[in-house]
């Protein structure tokens, strides 16, 4: 019982934010809908601003009842102080995010910029041994055939350019 | 006579060479329908190139069992790692996968394997027996028509998806029509939110968004989350038992019979089509809280209707030259390159070619059952494995498919994006199915709803005048609010004679 509590109060309190990100994306695009070239010689109904103007005011709605209904359920009853942000930064879950998705970045970076059989290698070793996929030796030999096998396949035999 | 000249045709294609082509073109197409990313239409586009030069019969039988095998083998990525390997099997992930979860991820390939037979064999009879008819009927559909059976999409799939919280749904789906709407508009040529970057003229492809909210948020929460996989020790029955089909036979038909339908509709698709029979099929059911939690009846429905999209896609192929789906684009230029014309001309000039090709479909389809139930247990060993070995390199796969489509590095950012934002969406429980429908569907709301604008001088009542429009009206009407209190009242009111009437008969029949 107190778990579905908890897990209903998380769920308030990230409504509450994401009907405010959700408010300010259709705000934004109204903002752009308005200030579109108009080309009334085609008629006002015409616009290229007029089907993403109405989408824009639906979402409007829809965003304005999830942040009502939020505030109904108290969701806006946010506690940001420095403890939290602690716990948050400790937690394992975030820590692990963080480092799955700083190595896609390097990737992304390197992409173009270093063979891409070679880098895959690098990648797929380095992510399988940090999050303990496999031993050292397993990771290795998992990478290069997978690098290997997939360039060989699609830039060899398909002919598709790879990055 | 038509099932006459499609066997005589059946006969006719019997041979060791046609069968081995058949196979290996099919296998081929599975495993371009499972890996993220790439798709049944990049995999038709891949072997024109390769078939150009091969005898037309070869080359057109060849690219059809790629097209039916890569639709069937999205389900096999989506039942075992929840990522549809194409857009048309984002649908079989919400039931698929919860089965394989609970580990009767075999049992769950053999019923989508055997829904896609039937599947497909409704849409072979509805090609080869249909095509002049039915063809006439997706003519019928203007700009009016086609922007209410975009928004129908839309809604359908927010309420399917997110069925605790529809308007989490629908905002997931609002968003996708606007992202769609980036890039340089088909009307006036206007570039929307493009901000000044020249990659985002053409707007965003479907690839990237597709992979990045499926495939990359997956490895994102897989990865991030640290937990262990449960380990499935029995693997179970493959080929599902007949009475447990048989069971089912209606739900089969009618999915049959609405991926038909959709087929017929040009540049709807296999996606729409699996979503629809998900639908009806749940608001029909007898146990529709089972839906989104592992229900086999689900699973079938969504299966069937995609497959049956294939053979009601190519319908107006061959009878209008005007495809069904972007698959059905691709195999129609392949006809082209060789040289055959299909068209509303085709039953004059080379009326047997209807049945050739819908012998060669069936070839295709079988191929795709044996292979489809022959090749599980060993695909099963994936679903072993730990997320830590299996992550990164379903992430490589995901590169290399997106940046395949047009060999961007753009693409691979707008993946990692769209990745990120699938993380975020998924964490808040709002549904990314919807996102990557609409963006599909977006382009189709904006210039049917301007065009139709434009040709009624600005008057919207043409929208809701022919009956399809009408149709299409009650059924969004429903879909948003059929489960809301006021509209259950009303409708109990309106039925309330027809219902006296029934309960009337039964107490007769009774005595």
Sequence with gaps: ?163 | MGIVYLFQNIVRLFSPINLITVFLACQLGILFGMLPGLTATMGIALLTTITFKWSTGNAIMTLLAIYVGAIYGGSRSAILLNIPGTPAAAATCLDGFPLAQSGRGAEAIGLATTSSFFGSFIGLIALSLFTPILGSFALDFKSFEMFWLAVFGVAICGNLTAPRDPIKGWISGILGILLAFCGMEAIQGHPRFTFGVLDLYSGFSLIPVMVGTYGMAEILLNLSSGQKKKVITEIGRVVPQLNRLLKHWFTIIRSGIIGIFIGLVPGVGESIAAYVSYDFSKRASKHPDEYGKGSEEGLIAAETANNACTGGALIPVLSLAIPGSAPAAVLLAALWLHNVRPGPLIMIESPNYIYEFSAMFFYASIAMLVLGLLIVKPLLKILQLKNALLMPIIFIFCIVGTYAINGRLFDITIMVIFGVIGFIMRKHDYPVAPLVLALILGPMVDENLRRGLILSNGDFLPFLKSPISIVLVIAIFFTLFGRTKPVRIALRFVFKPVTLLVSAVKRRTKK
Excluded at chain 1, 11 to 33: G, H, P, Q, R, T
Excluded at chain 1, 69 to 97: C, H, M, P, T, W
């Design chain 1, 1 to 163: 019982m107190n778990d579905k509590n908890t897990n209903d109060d998380k769920s308030n309190k990230a409504d509450f934010i994401d009907s405010i990100v959700i408010i300010a994306v259709s705000l934004f695009v109204l903002y752009e809908c308005a200030v579109m070239p108009r080309y009334e010689r085609w008629g006002l109904y015409a616009t290229p601003g007029m089907p993403p103007f109405l989408f824009a005011l639906l979402l409007l709605i829809l965003g304005t009842i999830v942040f009502v209904r939020s505030i109904i359920r108290k969701g806006y009853k946010l506690r940001i102080g420095r403890n939290e942000l602690s716990q948050f930064a400790k937690s394992g879950e975030v820590r692990r995010f963080v480092l799955v998705l700083g190595l896609i970045l390097v990737y992304l970076f390197l992409l173009g910029r270093v063979h891409f059989a070679i880098l895959s290698v690098a990648y797929l070793f380095l992510t399988i041994l940090l999050f303990k996929g496999a031993t050292w030796w397993v990771s290795g030999i998992v990478a290069v055939t997978t690098a290997v096998a997939v360039w060989l396949v699609f830039e060899i035999i398909f002919l598709v350019p790879l990055p």
